[in-house]
């Protein structure tokens, strides 16, 4: 059995009881130390104050001894008075006073015609015991009761400040992944618990936000490439049914055109799930040098349905993959002109350790309620579905992704050219 396993075994495992042990420990610790102490305390300052009595009898005494020389009965250097503090009165013994536990006992030397005397003072000590017993007995009686009265404290409190967090273990036990708009109970108060409730809350929000953009991303999926195979079936279903009047050829186009927009979708899927994988912000510094105005001149070389004109596109470097970067050029310019009327227009310049990218056009535009919208995924505007049936609204998604894992960000605003601007920011090489 391992050392873990060992303490396991004895120390309990509950928090109410841990604290409990722990705090009853540190309060009898304590509370002992400062009764002992006490204890200690007023016997010490009960002797001194009876050593401050005697030495203050003592003066007066050896006053009353050196003004009444004659009937002091002193004999010879060295003698010895025993004195009585109530009586005021010295008696010389002829040998050493005995010596008493159960006495504080003061001495000192004084001159008398030129000899020395020793003038001796004794007090009992039974009241001092009598004192010290009585409190002693009182902390044996109110220290175990003041340290069990503690332990009760901090049960009670200790169970009533985490009754709460049973309920939040309680409630996070019941949500399961069909659950998952239920909440954790968040108690009234702005402590750690409270804290904990709310960040738990928080989490359940994301997390249940995070699995219906899943669903709806399955469902949209499934529905982007069901659509091309229903349109491939009904097209070859209907070529048979009438076999002497079909146009092979032309049914084998629509089946390739269906096709080749079925694998467009695969693709964008398969690529948004690679993005997906990725965790958190690439480390720029680790990537190599990436020169976007190759990309976006490469790109435009292309054929689209409108001209691209490329006159703003200046040099822009960055860190980052190459072949991402491609895709956010392409999508971009694919976006523009399939919206555009007449005219796509690039720009590309570098200030500010940034390197900026627009793309603009002289469509329709984008309203402003749905500039936010537009980059998530399957996301297509009335007009965009009404003019190209095939968009499959993931470029803008890739597009944002793509920018956000490279350190940057994407805007979408009004275009001088009458239609929609996207700004794209990367951080500089």
Not at 302 to 308: E, F, I, S, T
Request: hydrophobic share 40%.
């Amino acid at each position: 059995m391992s050392s873990d396993e060992v303490r396991r075994a004895w120390w309990p495992q509950t928090v109410r009881v841990r604290l409990t042990i722990v705090a009853t420990l540190v309060f009898a610790i304590a509370l002992s130390a400062a009764a002992f102490g006490l204890v200690r305390i007023v016997h010490d300052n009960l002797i001194d104050k009876i050593k401050q009595t005697q030495n203050s009898e003592l003066t007066e005494l050896a006053t009353a001894l050196k003004n009444n020389q004659d009937a002091a009965g002193l004999d010879q250097s060295g003698t010895t008075f025993i004195c009585d503090p109530d009586t005021r009165r010295c008696v010389p013994l002829r040998e050493p006073p005995p010596r008493n536990d159960g006495y504080l006992e003061t001495s000192r030397v004084i001159q008398i015609a030129g000899k020395n005397v020793t003038v001796v003072a004794q007090r009992s000590l039974a009241e001092v015991d009598s004192t010290v017993s009585k409190l002693t007995n009182i902390m044996l009686f109110t220290v175990p009761g003041l340290i069990a009265l503690v332990a009760l404290a901090a049960w009670y409190f200790t169970g009533r400040a985490l009754r709460p967090v049973e309920a939040i273990r309680l409630e996070a036990e019941e949500i399961t992944g069909s659950t998952m708009h239920r909440r954790v109970p968040e108690p009234d108060t702005d402590d750690e618990v409270g804290r904990l409730a709310r960040t738990m809350n928080a989490m359940l929000e994301r997390l249940e936000t995070s699995s219906q953009r899943q669903r709806q991303f399955v469902s949209d999926a499934s529905h982007e490439l069901r659509s091309p195979l229903a349109s491939i079936r009904t097209n070859l279903e209907v070529a048979l049914r009438n076999t002497d009047r079909t146009d092979w050829p032309e049914v084998a186009q629509r089946a390739l055109a269906e096709d080749a927009r079925m694998e467009d979708t695969v693709s964008e899927l398969l690529e948004l799930a690679r993005l997906d994988e990725e965790e958190g912000p690439l480390v720029l510094d680790s990537l190599p040098d990436v020169d976007l105005d190759e990309l976006i001149l490469d790109d435009t070389v292309q054929q689209r349905r409108v001209p691209v004109d490329t006159a703003r596109v200046s040099a822009g470097r960055v860190h980052g993959r190459r072949e991402q970067l491609t895709r956010v050029v392409r999508n971009l310019l694919d976006n523009a002109a399939r919206h555009a009327s007449t005219s796509v227009a690039v720009g590309l310049v570098t200030a500010d350790d940034m390197v900026e990218l627009t793309v603009d056009d002289d469509g329709p535009g984008i309203p402003e309620a749905d500039r936010a919208r537009v980059f998530d995924r399957f996301t297509r505007l009335d007009d965009g579905r009404a003019r190209d049936a095939g968009g499959l609204g993931l470029g803008l998604s890739m597009v944002k992704t793509i920018t956000d894992q490279h350190g940057g960000a994407v805007v979408i605003e009004d275009a001088p050219l009458g239609g929609a601007r996207v700004r794209v920011r990367l951080p500089a090489a």
